[in-house]
């Protein structure tokens, strides 16, 4: 009897164990390993609006912020730009990571914070400190987005694939610098994320 009840208990967790590791596996498949501390951002250079649609500009993100997110010990880099209504910068971190820090990097590596979550850069709460000198750079960056996080849809350089007198919204200390889309052949820094 006592053999039964063993064997059934060893079966019983058997299948508990089996289980929880399925859902992290199905969790880390769907959204990427998380955050080890925080969600890093940086600065990779000034380029016309014509960098090719989102693959290109996350490959363009992980190639020349190579320094940085091998510093931080990421597995995701993504280009921080709004491309879409399906493409937004507001959701290029999944909900679950939302709680995590913002912190800037700049190419002498100090390391700055933005803001206390990710929630907290699209909810209204003042920034700790401005994106643009968090990043290193006293200028403009492209951003296709509003202030909240969501596309400008006719301020995307056609989803970043022209470089003509089409209009891309850009950032400076916020997401949105609200008065400016300059035309998308002019130079703006590219920034990334990682985590």
């Known amino acids: 009897m006592i053999r039964i009840f063993i064997v059934i208990q060893l079966v019983c967790a058997a299948f508990l164990l089996a289980t929880c590791e399925r859902s992290n596996m199905y969790d880390l498949a769907k959204y990427g390993l998380p955050p080890q501390s925080a969600i890093y951002l940086f ?12 693959k290109n500009a996350d490959d363009m993100c992980y190639r020349q912020g190579i320094a940085y997110h091998t510093v931080v010990k990421a597995s995701t880099v993504k280009a921080f730009i709004s491309f879409s209504v399906i493409d937004e910068m507001r959701f290029l971190v999944p909900a679950q990571y939302w709680y995590y820090p913002v912190i800037g990097i700049s190419p002498a590596m100090v390391f700055t914070t933005i803001s206390n979550s990710w929630l907290d850069l699209w909810n209204g709460t003042p920034l700790i400190a401005g994106v643009n000198t ?3 750079i006293a200028t403009t960056w492209w951003s296709g987005s509003n202030n909240d ?3 400008t849809v006719n301020d995307t350089c056609s989803e970043w ?4 007198t089409t209009t891309g919204r850009i950032g400076d200390a916020v997401v949105s610098s609200l008065s400016a889309s300059p035309a998308c052949s002019s ?3 590219v920034l ?3 985590y």
């Open 161 to 164: 694939q022209k470089s003509d």
């Open 192 to 194: 990334c994320i990682t």
């Open 43 to 54: 600065a990779i250079g000034q380029q016309p609006g014509n960098f090719g649609g989102r």
């Open 134 to 136: 968090s990043v290193g």
């Open 149 to 151: 996080g969501s596309v």
């Open 187 to 189: 130079l703006q820094y």
